[in-house]
């Protein structure tokens, strides 16, 4: 059985272990080595983790199933992607991160949270959920858009030095 929760200050080192794995697992031979290195450093950090749970505009809600991290979603409240064409949306919440483990694909872990980001935005009053998608995985796009989200945008995200082509999603949260 798996349950949801927000994370706590304690989750930070599992977060970023799990963090750095999921992105490995899914991307990680996209990347050189250097560029890998570079990019958990600087946004897979326990350092990095520890700041956003400190934070009170950042949220974090774990999926985890005998205390092991299945998946985790990191929204922030008030962020944007500035390369957005305007109008910009008044109150957007960013959906920075969704992940899963590459053995808990397919569960239903990320439309469970993503059910979580849609209420926290709701309950912010939020206008927009905003999140970018890498151009190269049609699975992810395709789940976005079966819950409710449309291509806004095309953007860019940095691993690295390595620059990709992302496509920015946006929806209302109701």
């Known amino acids: 059985m798996t349950s949801l929760r927000r994370a706590t200050p304690s989750d930070a080192a599992p977060l ?14 996209l990347y050189p080595p250097a560029d890998l290195a570079q990019f958990h450093a600087e946004s897979r950090s326990v350092a990095r983790f520890g700041h956003a749970l400190d934070d009170p505009a950042t ?13 985790y979603a990191l929204i922030i ?10 109008p910009q949306p008044q109150r957007p919440v960013l959906l920075s991160q969704l992940y899963c ?6 569960q239903g872990l990320g ?3 993503l059910d979580w980001t849609v209420a926290e935005a ?10 970018s998608v890498f151009s190269g995985n049609p699975g992810a796009q ?13 953007i860019h995200y940095w691993v690295g030095q390595t620059c990709d082509d992302e496509f920015l999603y946006e929806r209302a949260p109701v």
């Open 142 to 154: 395709a789940f976005y858009r079966r819950h409710g989200f449309k291509h806004v945008a095309d």
């Open 16 to 29: 970023a272990a799990f963090a750095s794995a999921a992105f490995d697992d899914a991307f990680g031979h």
């Open 111 to 113: 439309a469970r949270l």
């Open 77 to 86: 409240m008030g962020g944007h992607f500035p390369e957005r064409p305007a």
């Open 122 to 131: 709701e309950g912010w009053g939020a206008d927009a959920i905003q999140l």
């Open 59 to 71: 949220r974090i809600a774990l999926v985890e199933q005998e205390d092991a991290i299945l998946a």
């Open 101 to 106: 483990a590459g053995c808990a694909t397919g």
